[in-house]
């Protein structure tokens, strides 16, 4: 079975901060992990994944995340955060590709 | 590529109508198709796991008589919510899978469904 957690349900950072947005997954297999963003009434946008290969991972909109087998975390970063990326954003994980699991969310609050 | 729809992504409806909600894969056939629910400031909830040509599966606690799930096609599933109650009021999102993408899901942009 697979698991994702999600530290901080809220997460605030300056404009041109980094920003650190935390998952940790359990699965018995090899995992498939992704990051999804989501704006207000909107679905989820695909911002990067890890498959297999290099363990770290550039998505889209600057975003990058970093397989950690050891910890059993997939964290995501951005050198320098833009009013933009305000938003909820969602780690999930996947064996098969048929069963999601997904995080409870973090929402990621800009602020000028 | 790989670009699924939905429609309608607003509906207002009012209790005990039943409400249909399509979900299109544009681009690309989908033997599986998903559909989720999700709750104002929580997480996506898989509610069933659609295949095509065959009856779907749900998970535990949705009622499928409640929530009926038709895959009529490679391109099509249909979500629909039999006499809807103001509980039923939700965000509903699909996905489907893409072969060959490395088990990713493509979402669709989610209806947002308001029974009063």
């Known amino acids: 079975a697979q698991s994702v957690t999600q530290l901080g349900s809220h997460v605030s950072v300056s404009e041109g901060a980094l920003v650190l947005l935390r998952c940790n997954y359990s699965s018995s297999v090899p995992p498939y992990l992704f990051w999804y963003v989501q704006y207000p009434n909107q679905g989820l946008q695909l911002l990067l994944k890890y498959t297999t290969g290099a363990t770290l991972v550039k998505g889209i909109n600057g975003f990058e995340a970093e397989f950690k087998k050891s910890e059993t975390s997939f964290h995501l970063t951005k050198p320098s955060a833009h009013m933009s990326d305000a938003a909820e954003y969602f780690c999930?994980?996947?064996?098969?590709?048929?069963?999601?699991?997904f995080g409870t969310g973090t929402s990621l609050t800009v602020i000028p | 590529g790989a670009v699924v729809s939905q429609h309608p992504s607003r509906v207002i409806c009012k209790s005990g109508t039943s409400v249909k909600i399509e979900c299109r894969s544009l681009d690309f056939q989908a033997t599986t198709m998903f559909w989720y629910r999700q709750f104002p400031k929580q997480s996506l909830m898989l509610m069933a796991t659609s295949n095509e040509g065959s009856k779907a599966t749900y998970e535990q606690g949705v009622e499928k008589d409640k929530f009926l799930i038709n895959h009529a096609s490679l391109t099509l599933s249909t979500l629909t919510v039999t006499s809807a109650h103001p509980e039923d009021s939700s965000f509903y999102i699909c996905?489907?899978?893409?072969?060959?993408?490395?088990?990713?899901?493509?979402f669709g942009p989610g209806t947002r469904l308001t029974v009063l």
């Open positions: 996905s489907a899978g893409l072969a060959g993408r490395n088990n990713e899901q493509f």
């Open positions: 999930a994980v996947t064996a098969t590709g048929n069963q999601f699991y």
